[in-house]
């Protein structure tokens, strides 16, 4: 009988490549997002969509480096950690509340499912905003509204399904075409006004651009990105310097489809300020927009009835 002596344990496998590979392609994602092509289902949209999530791959590839004990791995992860934080690091430092502005504005979606719009409209009007821009105010609920929020703000403007409450004056209200070519004639989701306050006439925009799917043949935002293409051309014309932007633009500030209105406003975009769904919020789809002017700051707002949070900006008009 021959007996074979064991050298002892086997070393543990250390190759953490396969993790590694992982990491590098999750820091690929995040920092060139925009060349991930959108002619398959839009899957660029998708991805940019969701993009600050992409971040949590960070913690969970970590998980199996370190049971691999792999230097590899874990130097990998650094690469994706980086990148997060170059993009979306600056939202995680602390707000300037308080910081000098002329205007507050709250901007908020309040569902055409609100089980209780009075009950909405009176959390609105404790904000104690200078303005309020609604989407998806039905005609069952616009009584309510009204009601509620004229005694605080005399001045309002509604067009179809948005509207526009001020402290102060509102004149040359009017529709904005945002419509996408194949839907009926009576979809109207996009408004313009002139806020007159002691620092000169302001335009201001409220927009509810088409929902977008998620099914089968992927991320469906065709009609969101051709409302888009017509509301930054409404802002190219308008003739006011400046400009208030307000609205649900059914996605984040990264997606591509919204670049025609992105690329010629300012967002107010300190913190993240994920407004939908109210629930558990996942994504900003709800913005705050200004062109001439300053966002100072910008917040979420308690839950009303709807599946959207209220978002709230401060703005300096003045120079």
Same mark, same amino acid.
């Given at each position: 009988? /021959?007996?074979?002596?064991?050298?002892?344990?086997?070393?543990?496998?250390?190759?953490?490549?396969?993790?590694?590979?992982?990491?590098?392609l999750v820091?690929?994602?995040?920092?060139?997002?925009?060349?991930?092509?959108?002619?398959?289902?839009?899957?660029?949209s998708l991805?940019?969509?969701?993009?600050?999530?992409?971040?949590?791959?960070?913690?969970?590839?970590?998980i199996?480096?370190?049971?691999?004990r792999?230097?590899?791995?874990l130097?990998?992860?650094a690469?994706?950690?980086a990148?997060?934080?170059?993009?979306?690091?600056?939202?995680?430092?602390?707000?300037?509340?308080?910081?000098a502005?002329?205007?507050?504005? /709250?901007?908020h979606?309040?569902?055409?499912?609100n089980?209780?719009?009075?009950?909405?409209?009176?959390?609105?009007?404790?904000?104690?905003a200078d303005l309020?821009?609604?989407?998806?105010?039905i005609?069952?609920?616009?009584?309510?509204?009204e009601? +509620?929020?004229?005694?605080?703000?005399p001045?309002?403007?509604?067009?179809?399904?948005?509207?526009?409450?001020? !402290?102060?004056?509102? +004149?040359?209200?009017?529709?904005?075409d945002? !419509?996408? !070519?194949?839907?009926?004639?009576?979809?109207?989701?996009?408004l313009?006004?002139?806020?007159r306050?002691?620092?000169?006439?302001?335009?201001?925009?409220?927009?509810?651009?088409?929902?977008?799917?998620?099914?089968?043949?992927?991320?469906?935002?065709?009609?969101?990105?051709?409302?888009?293409?017509?509301?930054?051309?409404?802002?190219?014309?308008?003739?006011?310097?400046r400009?208030?932007?307000?609205?649900?633009?059914?996605?984040?500030?990264?997606?591509?489809?919204l670049?025609?209105?992105?690329?010629?406003?300012?967002p107010?975009?300190?913190?993240?300020?994920?407004?939908w769904?109210?629930?558990?919020?996942l994504a900003?789809?709800?913005?705050?927009?200004?062109?001439?002017?300053?966002?100072?700051?910008?917040?979420?707002?308690p839950?009303?009835?709807?599946?959207?949070?209220?978002?709230?900006?401060?703005? !300096?008009?003045s120079?």
């Amino acid at each position: 009988m /021959v007996v074979e002596q064991s050298d002892g344990p086997a070393a543990p496998r250390r190759p953490g490549r396969a993790v590694a590979a992982m990491a590098v392609l999750v820091s690929v994602l995040l920092a060139f997002h925009s060349a991930v092509p959108n002619m398959a289902a839009h899957l660029g949209s998708l991805l940019e969509a969701f993009l600050p999530w992409v971040g949590l791959a960070v913690p969970v590839l970590l998980i199996p480096a370190l049971l691999r004990r792999s230097a590899l791995a874990l130097g990998a992860l650094a690469l994706p950690a980086a990148t997060w934080l170059v993009l979306f690091g600056g939202q995680l430092l602390p707000a300037h509340r308080g910081a000098a502005h002329d205007l507050t504005v /709250v901007q908020h979606n309040i569902s055409d499912e609100n089980p209780d719009p009075a009950g909405s409209a009176r959390s609105l009007a404790r904000t104690g905003a200078d303005l309020l821009a609604l989407e998806e105010l039905i005609p069952a609920a616009l009584p309510a509204y009204e009601a +509620v929020l004229t005694p605080v703000y005399p001045y309002h403007a509604v067009v179809g399904t948005v509207g526009l409450w001020s !402290k102060y004056p509102l +004149v040359d209200s009017r529709p904005v075409d945002i !419509k996408p !070519k194949d839907l009926e004639a009576d979809w109207n989701r996009g408004l313009r006004s002139t806020l007159r306050t002691p620092h000169g006439d302001t335009a201001v925009y409220v927009a509810h651009l088409p929902s977008v799917r998620i099914g089968v043949r992927g991320f469906s935002s065709g009609r969101r990105d051709e409302s888009a293409v017509a509301l930054g051309a409404a802002l190219a014309a308008e003739p006011l310097e400046r400009v208030i932007l307000l609205g649900d633009f059914n996605s984040t500030l990264d997606d591509r489809g919204l670049a025609p209105v992105t690329s010629r406003m300012t967002p107010a975009e300190s913190g993240f300020g994920f407004s939908w769904p109210a629930a558990f919020p996942l994504a900003r789809i709800d913005h705050i927009m200004t062109r001439a002017a300053t966002p100072t700051d910008t917040w979420t707002l308690p839950a009303t009835g709807s599946d959207h949070l209220p978002i709230a900006a401060s703005i !300096k008009l003045s120079p």
